[in-house]
């Protein structure tokens, strides 16, 4: 069964910094492009930075130059490095493969910028 358990949320002023982690159990880490997602209230889940298992990294516009993924294939975590946050980072966020699979969801972690 596999197992997805985010950390590492909080609030942050903006401007702030905050990293967050997913640690995965199960045998889906080496061999998927992992992806960070976050829903904030009243919107749609979206892709925010994904990550091939060889490297390559792809961000949202609105996140590019400010976020940073990365990925420890031995510890099976991705690691999604936030900077330069702002209000409208706020929301919940998620780890997943890319495509995602519905039952891989876990609980996500909040994350409030306030200014």
């Known amino acids: 069964q596999v197992l997805l358990v985010e950390s590492g949320g909080g609030l942050v002023q903006a401007g702030g910094s905050l990293r967050l982690s997913c640690a995965a159990t199960?045998?889906?880490?080496?061999?998927?492009?992992m992806g960070w997602y976050r829903q904030a209230p009243g919107k749609q889940r979206e892709l925010v930075a994904d990550?091939?298992?060889?490297?390559?990294?792809n961000y949202a516009d609105s996140v590019k130059g400010r976020f940073t993924i990365s990925r420890d294939n031995a510890k099976n975590t991705v690691y999604l490095q936030m900077n330069s946050l702002k209000a409208e980072d706020t929301a919940v966020y998620y780890c997943?493969?890319?495509?995602?699979?519905?039952?891989?969801w876990g609980q996500g972690n909040q994350v409030t910028v306030y200014s």
């Open positions: 990550m091939t298992s060889g490297g390559k990294t």
């Open positions: 199960g045998s889906i880490f080496s061999i998927n492009t």
């Open positions: 997943n493969t890319v495509p995602v699979v519905a039952g891989y």
